[in-house]
């Protein structure tokens, strides 16, 4: 087997890997809770639904599962696919951006500027709730979160492009400022905080799919989605930017349109994401890098490699944080850090050591 036939096998290997895990994690997140539904009752249900047309009318043994299957646990699953996708995806885009396997989706200061909204909403906006309709007015954390990770794209944007172009190093030190400002400003709001607001942000800040929603789903589903459809066209302008910005010119790509579409849409995936579910640490770090380790790093097959990983990898978090201290439920983001955070510091004394090597 010559090495271009060996890569490929590779390749094949390591996508299927993620691919067989994602299917576990599913199915474990469908089962395991208060009320275990195993494998083969899910099946049994799964087919009850589809040969009544609908849970109206479904046997009485079908009917406890059933409920539980489609109101709590599928958009559960759902949206925690869909978030650890999304992060995920937003990493190694970034990473590749700025040919750094240490980046991710909290670098240019999204989820700084997100959470400052979400506290500003849950601090100074009961004045505002009680004027808005009700289903709006419970969705104006997750939609303040949003509009704050957006704004700060946009400014971070206009610091960094000058002269139709857009300067990387600029841009990742304007992310740190801006990052910087929003946690000043998220801790003075805290400091203001009544007891009840603390509680509620400290929860929000830690990660949780406890309140996903069919309704929250939809709303956050496009924008996770426009990063997934534009990754097939940034693949092969993340593998020619790896050779540097003048190299990927002088092959034909549109560096600064590069830039700007995986700008927005590394912003408004991480921003649905940080809305959804909080701020959720570490799996748009390490699921690319494990995807490039196991893999190699070219972006066609690394990018929707490291979603479906993501997804995975959030799934099993989220199995882990709802029975490791069963009745209670720890914040997702808890059991993120605790995984995340040794792999990171392995990765850092793996590339340290390549330095002095």
């Given at each position: 087997m010559?090495?271009?036939?060996?890569a490929?096998?590779?390749?094949?290997?390591?996508?299927?890997a993620?691919?067989?895990?994602?299917?576990?994690a599913?199915?474990?997140?469908?089962?395991?809770?208060p009320v275990?539904?195993?494998?083969?009752r899910?099946?049994?249900?799964?087919?009850a639904?589809?040969a009544?047309g609908?849970?109206?009318?479904?046997?009485?043994?079908?009917?406890?599962?059933?409920?539980?299957?489609a109101?709590?646990?599928?958009?559960?699953t759902v949206?925690?696919?869909?978030?650890?996708?999304?992060m995920a995806l937003?990493?190694?885009v970034m990473?590749?951006m700025?040919?750094?396997?240490?980046?991710?989706?909290?670098?240019?200061?999204?989820?700084?500027g997100?959470?400052?909204?979400?506290?500003s909403?849950?601090?100074?906006?009961?004045?505002?709730?009680?004027?808005?309709?009700?289903?709006?007015?419970?969705l104006?954390?997750?939609?303040?979160?949003f509009?704050?990770?957006?704004?700060?794209?946009?400014?971070?944007a206009?610091i960094?492009?000058?002269?139709?172009r857009?300067?990387?190093a600029?841009?990742?030190?304007?992310?740190?400022?801006?990052?910087a400002?929003?946690a000043?400003?998220?801790?003075?709001?805290?400091?203001?905080?009544?007891?009840?607001?603390?509680?509620?942000f400290l929860?929000?800040?830690?990660?949780?799919?406890?309140?996903?929603t069919?309704?929250?789903?939809?709303?956050?589903?496009?924008?996770?989605?426009a990063?997934?459809?534009?990754?097939?066209?940034?693949?092969?302008?993340l593998d020619?930017v790896?050779?540097?910005?003048r190299?990927?010119?002088?092959?034909?790509?549109d560096v600064?349109?590069?830039k700007?579409?995986?700008?927005?849409?590394?912003?408004?995936?991480?921003?649905?994401?940080?809305a959804?579910?909080?701020?959720?640490g570490f799996?748009?770090?390490?699921?690319?890098?494990?995807?490039?380790l196991?893999?190699g790093?070219?972006?066609?097959?690394l990018?929707?490699?490291?979603?479906?990983l993501?997804?995975a990898?959030?799934?099993?978090s989220?199995?882990?944080?709802?029975?490791l201290a069963?009745p209670?439920?720890?914040?997702?983001?808890?059991?993120?850090?605790?995984f995340?955070?040794?792999?990171?510091?392995w990765?850092?004394?793996r590339r340290?050591?390549?330095?002095?090597?």
């Amino acid at each position: 087997m010559d090495g271009a036939s060996a890569a490929q096998v590779t390749k094949f290997s390591g996508v299927s890997a993620a691919i067989a895990l994602l299917v576990f994690a599913v199915v474990a997140s469908l089962s395991i809770g208060p009320v275990a539904i195993g494998p083969t009752r899910l099946g049994e249900v799964f087919n009850a639904i589809v040969a009544n047309g609908g849970r109206a009318g479904l046997p009485a043994e079908f009917v406890r599962d059933a409920t539980i299957l489609a109101d709590i646990r599928a958009p559960r699953t759902v949206l925690g696919a869909l978030v650890g996708a999304a992060m995920a995806l937003a990493g190694a885009v970034m990473q590749g951006m700025f040919r750094n396997p240490l980046a991710d989706p909290g670098l240019i200061g999204v989820s700084s500027g997100a959470a400052f909204a979400a506290v500003s909403w849950i601090v100074l906006g009961e004045g505002v709730a009680h004027l808005l309709p009700q289903a709006l007015a419970e969705l104006g954390m997750p939609l303040a979160a949003f509009a704050g990770g957006l704004a700060t794209t946009l400014l971070l944007a206009r610091i960094a492009s000058r002269d139709g172009r857009t300067e990387i190093a600029v841009m990742l030190l304007a992310g740190v400022a801006l990052g910087a400002l929003s946690a000043a400003g998220t801790g003075l709001l805290v400091f203001t905080a009544r007891d009840d607001q603390l509680r509620a942000f400290l929860f929000w800040t830690l990660g949780s799919l406890g309140g996903a929603t069919w309704f929250k789903i939809a709303l956050a589903l496009p924008f996770m989605l426009a990063l997934g459809l534009a990754a097939p066209f940034l693949a092969r302008g993340l593998d020619a930017v790896a050779l540097g910005e003048r190299a990927a010119f002088h092959v034909g790509i549109d560096v600064e349109r590069l830039k700007r579409v995986a700008v927005v849409g590394v912003a408004a995936a991480v921003a649905a994401a940080v809305a959804s579910a909080g701020t959720i640490g570490f799996v748009g770090l390490a699921a690319p890098h494990l995807v490039r380790l196991a893999i190699g790093p070219g972006h066609r097959a690394l990018l929707p490699a490291s979603a479906v990983l993501g997804a995975a990898l959030l799934l099993l978090s989220d199995v882990a944080a709802r029975t490791l201290a069963t009745p209670a439920e720890l914040p997702i983001g808890v059991v993120t850090a605790a995984f995340g955070a040794p792999f990171f510091l392995w990765l850092l004394m793996r590339r340290r050591g390549r330095m002095v090597g």
